[in-house]
């Protein structure tokens, strides 16, 4: 086995797929980063908010003010020098820490994809992505015909974990058995031409998608490896995702995971990609320098490498199942919810009212939400238990250093969950100003009352 | 090869898919709910009827502020009195449609701010002219300043009278009277006017599922004024829900100090007949909400909404007629009532929300 192991990490293979899948990414993220900044949405989902819901232990990642937009600048900027190979390792890493300072500023927005995006990038700084076609390697007058094996793999597996993982979470009573959430997503399509007020009403086919998508999550990474399904496979990919992206508002989530799923083609595919790129950029820069094109990209610490990047994929492999070690039902708690691949499991819509009263004289008043969240916030915060514990101690802060005394914070909370009748969320008994984010179970959460079975 | 093979797969799919609708249509099973016939029926019988009638009865309020004017006696005072009453209990079927004109004038600014503010309108008055448009004046305008003209102004009815009379102010107070009701009456036919020629088509067309279209922005309205304008403003902040201590004097009709009850379970009928789609003049009952959710499968939601209303409804009748004495005597009969109209927050918020998977407007961002 550690023999086994050895000759495959001495294989090498082509580097085309690589540096294709650096110049897509590049420039995806660049595209992405504009995208955002067009949309107003770094004002409107980071500086506008007078509060920002923070990840555990990474309070202190706060938006900059103004430098906000020099930081997107710097991400959009890397991402441009990473798609041109242009200081590579230096805009990788940039890349990934400013990418990862922005999603960590504020969970509210907290998607897979952007999950997805920083630890592709951290991925990509150990990989030899600038190795040829890159401006790198032209200034070094160097390039390398081939790079070690695993480096393309990696990426493969990663793209694979997402896909097996999201199929393995849809494994689950409501999806399954109920068609939920998409018996109530689909009907409210009806917009769409031709089938919006035909088929995406149609209950067999609310069921038909629910079990298609679990197979094509399943399944997908398989039939992209296998050379004899590949197009077929890749066909699917296309379709599926452009099919989503007119279905739900998911941006740039499509284009990202068909452009990542191009890595499991073979490198005459990409060859001619390059090739193609290569005659358009002559035409216009009439290229005249000389590159001295090597083998063998070697690699100056690869044991540390490996090392780093099997722990980075142990971690991967293993985080999604922390679920387990809760006791609650998963979708009603959200413990254990996040950086799983749980993509479009839940309809959850929740009502949170925050009571604050002062204990010695009893006397209370209701807050409104409107007055320290944004919509997209107030909305967030409802039906996730984290954002209504950080929420309350910030309630109780604000109204500490206006003046109250003896502060007490309740929430009456409701929340509806795949179409079941609302139910109350939160014990309203307790006073969330004296509990404590933990890693722990959170007691204060009421009983879901039912059961979805699966993963 | 493949590729090729792919391609028209794809392709295959898509013209299977789509000729297959046209079959499975007349197996009827689950056939599309027909949104334009509920916002025509909304439009149709509740909305224009509604305006209607409030437009009505402002011009019965105008006749009899004409006759005070003309000859200010306790007779005309009482009859001026009992048509805006009746005006402002018509007020309270409207109140939760601030979509179209309305919102775009900013009607419901002008119609019903309260509580209103005394100095302003005392100094309007001395001004002799004032822009009663005008933002700054949206709490010295509508039924509310009518409520202090007629009620508030001073302390007796007889005292009352002579503002209108022996007063060395009494033509400016009969000009700002005026000014009053003609201000409210001219947008209101401003309003229906829009509704009958234009905007009714332009609602009951509006169907699609995106931020902007009628439907959406209608149903989020029609939350957001019961918990607001419902909830909220008649119950809940009065009852000092959201304050430290109670505020009687945010009560709506404050000083005619018998019409508060009226006035909220006037609006909560309003509420409850839209959810139902109950014509506003025969009460027979057609496509609405209620009906949508029965299509949604969610017909025990329908049912909930309907209790919880009736429940809430039953514990407004206990209060007393005027809330500011009631809120003085016994709070707990208003927090009572707040409460009870709370828990249909909840359902039309969360639930019926949920079951219509409405694009809200409000949240611009990528979703997972």
């Known amino acids: 086995m550690i023999f086994n192991l050895k000759t495959y990490l001495s294989k090498n293979y082509s580097a085309s797929p690589l540096i294709i899948f650096r110049i897509g990414f590049g420039f995806m993220m660049l595209y992405s980063i504009i995208r955002f900044w067009s949309k107003d949405w770094i004002n409107t989902l980071y500086l506008q908010p007078k509060f920002h819901f923070t990840y555990y232990g990474f309070e202190w990642v706060k938006p900059l003010g103004n430098l906000t937009y020099l930081l997107f600048f710097i991400c959009g900027l890397s991402a441009l020098f990473v798609a041109l190979g242009f200081k590579y390792r230096v805009a990788i890493i940039t890349f990934f820490l400013s990418f990862t300072y922005i999603e960590l500023m504020d969970k509210t927005t907290y998607l897979n994809h952007y999950y997805f995006i920083s630890i592709l990038s951290f991925l990509l700084i150990f990989l030899p992505a600038n190795s040829s076609f890159s401006i790198d390697s032209y200034l070094k007058k160097k390039s390398y015909r081939l790079v070690p094996k695993w480096s393309i793999d990696a990426i493969k597996l990663l793209v694979s974990i997402v896909y097996v993982y999201a199929g393995l979470t849809k494994i689950n009573s409501d999806w399954l058995f109920k068609a939920m959430p998409l018996k109530i997503w689909l009907p409210s399509k009806y917009d769409l031409p031709f089938i919006g007020e035909t088929l995406m009403q149609q209950n067999w086919f609310h069921y038909a998608m629910s079990w298609s998508g679990m197979i094509y999550d399943l399944t997908i990474p398989f039939l992209l490896l296998y050379k004899k399904t590949r197009w077929f496979a890749f066909a699917l990919v296309v379709f599926f995702h452009v099919f989503t992206g007119i279905l739900f508002p998911i941006g740039m989530f499509p284009y990202v995971m068909i452009v990542s799923s191009l890595i499991f083609f073979e490198a005459g595919f990409h060859h001619k990609i390059i090739l193609f790129l290569k005659r358009i950029l002559n035409y216009f820069f009439k290229l005249k320098q000389k590159i001295q094109v090597k083998e063998i990209y070697n690699f100056k610490h690869q044991k540390i490498t490996i090392i780093v990047l099997s722990l980075f994929f142990i971690v991967q492999l293993f985080l999604p199942f922390r679920y387990a070690l809760y006791p609650n039902e998963l979708f009603w708690t959200e413990e254990g919810y996040r950086f799983s691949w749980r993509v479009m499991l839940m309809e959850k819509m929740g009502y949170a009212n925050f009571k604050i009263t002062n204990s010695k004289t009893g006397i209370f008043f209701y807050v409104d939400n409107q007055d320290f969240l944004t919509p997209l916030q107030e909305k967030q915060m409802s039906f996730q238990p984290d954002f209504i514990l950080e929420y309350a101690h910030f309630l109780g802060d604000h109204f500490k250093s206006k003046g109250h005394k003896n502060i007490q914070v309740f929430v009456e909370s409701y929340v509806a969950l795949n179409g079941r009748l609302s139910q109350p969320f939160i014990n309203k008994n307790i006073d969330l100003y004296q509990q404590k984010e933990t890693f722990n179970p959170k007691e204060w959460i009421l009983p879901f009352n039912d059961e979805i079975k699966g993963f | ?368």
């Open chain 2, 1 to 368: 090869m493949l590729k090729n093979i792919s391609l028209l797969t794809i392709v295959l799919i898509i013209v299977i898919s789509c000729s297959k609708d046209d079959d499975t249509t007349d197996l009827g099973n689950n056939d599309d709910f027909n949104r334009k016939a509920m916002l025509s029926n909304i439009a149709d019988n509740i909305i224009i009827p509604s305006y209607q009638d409030l437009n009505t009865k402002l011009e019965v309020l105008a006749f009899t502020k004409d006759d005070f004017i003309t000859d200010p006696n306790t007779e005309n005072l009482s009859a001026l009195r009992t048509s805006w009453l009746n005006a402002y209990k018509s007020w309270q079927f409207v109140e939760m449609f601030n979509i179209g004109k309305a919102e775009e004038i900013s009607y419901h600014f002008q119609m019903n701010i309260y509580p209103t503010n005394n100095d302003d309108i005392k100094s309007n008055i001395s001004l002799g002219v004032a822009d009663l448009e005008h933002p700054n004046n949206n709490d010295a305008v509508g039924f509310p300043a009518l409520d202090y003209m007629l009620y508030g102004i001073e302390d007796t009815d007889s005292a009352i009278l002579n503002k209108y009379t022996i007063d060395s102010e009494s033509e400016n107070n009969k000009l700002y009277l005026s000014d009053l009701v003609v201000q409210m009456k001219s947008l209101t036919g401003i309003i229906l006017n829009d509704w009958t020629s234009s905007y009714r088509d332009v609602f009951v067309n509006s169907t699609s599922n995106t931020a902007t279209s009628g439907f959406n922005q209608f149903v989020n309205d029609y939350i957001y004024y019961y918990e607001k304008g419902l909830r909220a403003n008649k119950i809940g902040i009065p009852a000092g829900n959201f304050s430290s201590n109670p505020l009687p004097n945010k009560v709506e009709a404050l000083f005619n100090k018998e019409s508060s009850k009226i006035l909220a379970l006037d609006a909560l009928n309003a509420v409850q007949n839209l959810f139902n789609g109950k014509s506003y003049n025969t009460n027979s009952l057609d496509s609405s909400f209620s009906d949508y959710l029965n299509y949604l499968n969610k017909s025990d939601l329908v049912t909930l909404i309907n209790n919880k209303l009736d429940l809430a409804r039953e514990k407004i009748n206990l209060l007393d007629d005027d809330f500011s004495m009631q809120i003085n005597e016994d709070n707990t009969k208003m927090t009572n009532a707040y409460d009870a109209l709370q828990t249909v927050v909840v359902l039309l918020k969360v639930d019926m929300l949920q079951a219509f998977n409405i694009s809200v407007d409000y949240v611009d961002a990528d979703g997972d």
